[in-house]
């Protein structure tokens, strides 16, 4: 039996966090042995927002996927892949445009929030407009079943089944109609407490060393009425708290730090220490393998050349089929 796809994929716009991992390289993790595992690194999706300024896609690129191998995805059980590389996505993206009314990707909720977000950029472009239908397209090309994701794509998800059912509808194309593989984890904090974002500068980096770690959890946000270690502090919404709960696997450590903290009977320090230490041993084999990974001239190149090879001839396939079914056979 053939296994089902799963397509992710992940903009190249900075270092990855430990709110990627849990968020999302944990659960590719756990996808990689029961489905065909794709992962694109779509750097096109990158320019949607950072086109006044390239430079550090590229790098960025080769980062991330150390990451990602760091964390435990298998280049030789997945297909780890770049957008730009498979210009096949452009063409479908384009053939979607021909169906797709403007209003659909108007109303998409992302778009009007991230347009006021980010008022520093002139978001006013067609590429920006585009980036739901282009994600649809790198979805469709694969004939991906799951896509993992967190919630704020679903509004994406829906409108890529939209839009490759109407596409079906027109040409007889058999694209599948993907579903959202959600990530059941809780979004987290950054580490003052505010979104975690890069543009913060609050976030614990895949790539951070061991002191590093320790520093950014001592500067954490927490309880801001407990000026005192006697005095009774609140667990719930409290960013260390949640932290202990994704990272520390130590359920009774968990427990017993935050009875005593609710009864004021433990300082800040020692809850941080056992934070810093549960956040440096699930990161400590991930740094190692980034590291090997890293340490082999040109290996994480050779894979996304053999992945984007690979996934060319995937895409090859599809266009063929969608290119017959639109007519345009000559
Ligand atoms: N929009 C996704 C995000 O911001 C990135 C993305 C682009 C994607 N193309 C995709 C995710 C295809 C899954 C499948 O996270």
């Known amino acids: 039996m053939t296994k089902q796809r799963v397509l992710s994929g992940m903009r190249p716009t900075g270092k990855l966090h430990v709110g990627h991992l849990v968020g999302a390289l944990q ?32 790098a960025n690129t080769f980062d991330n996927v150390a990451d990602w191998i760091g964390a435990g995805l298998d280049p030789e059980k997945s297909t780890f892949f770049i957008q730009s590389l498979v210009p096949e996505h452009a063409e479908l993206y384009l053939l979607f445009q021909m ?51 967190g919630d ?62 320790q520093n950014k959890v001592r500067q954490m946000y927490t309880d801001p009425k407990r000026v005192r270690a006697d005095i009774p502090g609140t667990v719930e919404g409290n960013p260390v708290f949640m932290y202990h709960d994704a990272f520390n696997p130590n359920t009774a450590e968990v427990e017993d730090l935050k009875a005593r903290y609710r009864a004021g009977k433990v300082g800040d320090v020692e809850v941080k220490t056992k934070l810093a230490a549960a956040i440096n041993t699930l990161l400590e084999p991930i740094r190692e393998r980034r590291e090997q990974a890293l340490a082999r001239p040109g290996y994480v190149r050779e894979v996304l050349m053999e992945g984007s090879n690979k996934a060319r001839v995937v895409a090859h396939h599809t266009m063929a089929r969608v290119r017959e079914a639109v007519k345009l056979k000559y």
């Open 27 to 58: 659960n590719w993790v756990a996808l990689q042995a029961k489905y065909d595992s794709f992962h694109c690194v779509v750097d096109w999706h990158a320019l949607t927002t950072h086109y006044a300024d390239t430079s550090e896609i590229v």
């Open 99 to 149: 169906v797709t009314p403007i209003p659909w990707l108007e109303r998409v909720p992302t778009y009007k929030e991230q347009i006021q977000q980010m008022s520093d950029r002139d978001l006013s472009s067609i590429g920006f407009l585009g980036y739901p239908l282009l994600q649809a397209a790198d979805i469709a090309m694969y004939d991906a079943h799951w896509v993992p994701v």
């Open 152 to 213: 704020d794509q679903v509004p994406h998800l829906e409108l890529t089944r939209e839009v490759v059912r109407r596409f079906n509808n027109f040409y007889p194309a058999n694209l599948v109609e993907p579903q959202a593989l959600l990530t059941a984890t809780p979004r987290l904090p950054g580490i003052d407490c505010r979104k975690m974002s890069k543009s913060y500068d609050n976030t614990i980096n895949l790539s951070d060393d061991v002191k590093t770690v």
